[in-house]
């Protein structure tokens, strides 16, 4: 008992320090989808737009190191999911499903046209692999941070069931309604996706290796194994481990980030000329 509740403060002090000294990312302007306010961030430029999907408990801030590297011609977009930043929580189902389809939604609202660069960070990766999945045609690529495998929860509660009681424990004391809304959701509408059949457009894969002391031993072990998985969705795909980076990889090695946004886009567009 005591080791779990070393481990829930290990875990706690180590969200409250990620949630600091973020680079802000302003709000352009916000959109009523499905009822929800949604505030976003949106720069014109050239190309695929590259549009950033965070992961549980965090905003469109989080990804401000690397929209600040990114070169200015490039078109972006960012925004606060319900319950985040600028955007009121929502009050209906959170799942990847529902989240691709509001943000489809939200791009079209805010008159942003396809094709999309997605960019992801771990549940935020889902989101994305999601989103892909659904339409497969409006994507020109994807670059995904530590994502979260699809069915991650349910195997993690088998697998590494000592982390997993950890991660319930810190559900109820530290999780806020937006964190809780989408995390009981992240497995709900898998089922109904076909993620048999790989996605087609240039991936980039980026892993961590640092890992928290309380994540070692068989979370880790556990981890590994899914990385391993994650090519299968894609035909053309490279992944690589960010030497030296903890899970926010867009934090700890933002040009890293940008390097695999542009290698990406590249790709992209000679890809389309040769198809020409």
């Not at 490039?74 to 209906?92: C, E, H, T, V």
């Not at 899970?247 to 390097?259: F, L, N, R």
Request: net charge neutral; with cysteine.
């Amino acid at each position: 008992m005591h080791s779990i509740k070393t481990a829930l403060m290990a875990f706690c002090f180590a969200a409250l320090a990620l949630m600091a000294g973020c680079a802000t990312v302003p709000s352009s302007k916000k959109a009523e989808v499905a009822s929800n306010s949604i505030a976003y961030y949106q720069r014109p430029g050239t190309g695929p737009t590259v549009v950033f999907q965070a992961g549980l408990g965090d905003g469109k801030d989080v990804w401000g190191k690397v929209i600040g590297q990114l070169p200015g011609s490039l078109a972006l977009f960012a925004y606060d999911r319900p319950g985040y930043g600028d955007s009121p929580l929502a009050q209906d189902k959170r799942s990847p499903c529902a989240i691709s389809r509001e943000l489809h939604a939200l791009l079209k609202a805010a008159k942003v046209a396809p094709p999309y660069l997605l960019v992801g960070h771990s549940l935020g990766g889902l989101d994305q692999l999601c989103f892909a999945t659904l339409y497969p045609h409006e994507v020109a690529g994807m670059v995904l941070l530590d994502p979260t495998y699809p069915h991650h929860w349910s195997k993690m509660q088998v697998e590494a069931p000592l982390s997993a009681n950890i991660l319930k424990s810190l559900r109820l004391v530290a999780f806020s309604s937006a964190m809780k809304q989408e995390f009981d959701a992240q497995e709900d509408c898998l089922t109904e996706l076909d993620l048999k059949q790989p996605l087609t457009f240039p991936t980039r894969l980026l892993f961590s290796t640092e890992f928290r002391p309380e994540e070692l031993g068989s979370y880790q072990q556990f981890v590994k194994a899914l990385r391993k998985q994650w090519p299968n969705f894609f035909t053309q795909v490279q992944s690589s481990e960010v030497s030296g980076s903890g899970h926010y990889i867009q934090k700890d090695a933002p040009e890293t980030v940008v390097q695999a946004i542009e290698k990406v886009l590249g790709e992209s567009q000679a890809s389309h000329l040769a198809r020409r």
